[in-house]
């Protein structure tokens, strides 16, 4: 399901918005922590190292009892219809309110590699990927979208060699235009996702099988992605996989566990870099 490579394609999109300008960017004070349900908020220094901005870390967590009392009720998945097997699959993600996934991406940029790791929790995501050896890190919040990324990334993408070295390794907020604030792999979006698909539709037939040896049910897509859900009672994803270009394969874990995600508040504001955006 197409969950796998909204997030990451707002890179393309703000370096394209500063490959646009040789203008100096300026430093602006982006919204301190995120107006996010249950979670809390507290002021902390920049966990990669980024000295000219301070940041908001956002923990948020649903104890076990209480996902596994709103996840329950399903009875036997095989014998339900797909989409009502994604409907409680989007109960149990909601009432995990967080949780952690890792795997590969389709981010439609040359020179990534390696794994990409995502942390959320119910409106704020964090996913991880690698750049030609270097990290490139970005937060979607209700606040906006920031990046992170190696100064090899910001010149691939032909932005001017000064404005590159001056973002290179720091915080910079998305654009509007760039699709900041995206909320696609939250565990609020990731819910929507399932109830309502964007890319295809769900088909009715379940089917069982085993994921790192424990049972599974299988739900799957006209376009061929498919997604492996527990069947332990908790209904929650534990494997999806995306077919066709926006490829991607994701394993889900820690569920309803406290995740920390670092808001950066003195991000450089791409947006004030081109007029309009």
């Known amino acids: 399901m197409t969950l796998t490579t909204r997030t990451v394609a707002i890179v393309g999109a703000a370096v394209l918005v500063a490959g646009c300008s040789s203008a100096k960017p300026a430093a602006s004070s982006a919204p301190a922590g995120s107006a996010s349900v ?12 980024d000295a000219s901005s301070s940041s908001a870390s956002v923990s948020a967590s649903a104890s076990p009892s209480e996902s596994a009392s709103a996840a329950t009720g399903g009875g036997d998945l095989a014998s339900m219809k797909g989409q009502e097997v994604m409907n409680l699959v989007a109960k149990a993600v909601r009432a995990a309110g967080s949780g952690r996934a890792k795997g590969t991406m389709s981010t439609g940029l040359s020179g990534a590699s390696g794994p990409v790791t995502l942390v959320f929790n119910g409106t704020t995501s964090q996913i991880t990927l690698t750049y030609k050896g270097s990290t490139v890190d970005l937060i979607s ?4 979208t920031y990046i992170k990324a190696p100064l090899a990334l910001w010149t691939a993408q032909s ?3 000064k404005l590159a070295k001056t973002i290179a390794g720091h915080w910079v907020m998305a654009p509007a235009s760039a699709g900041a604030g995206d909320s696609t792999m939250t565990a609020d979006g990731l819910a929507k996702e399932f109830e309502n698909p964007t890319d295809g539709t769900v088909l009715d037939a379940v089917t069982t099988s085993t994921y790192a040896g424990k049972r599974v049910v299988v739900v799957k897509k006209s376009t061929g992605s498919f997604v492996d859900i527990a069947t332990d009672g908790s209904n929650l994803p534990v494997y999806i996989e995306n077919a066709g270009t926006d490829g991607g394969k994701l394993t889900f874990s820690d569920f309803g566990k406290t995740v920390t995600i670092t808001i950066p508040t003195n991000a450089i504001d791409l ?3 081109v007029p309009g955006n």
């Open 38 to 49: 249950s979670t809390s908020a507290t002021t902390s220094s920049p966990s990669s190292g």
């Open 141 to 144: 919040a209700p606040s906006g």
């Open 271 to 273: 947006s004030t870099l």
């Open 159 to 161: 932005v001017p060699a």
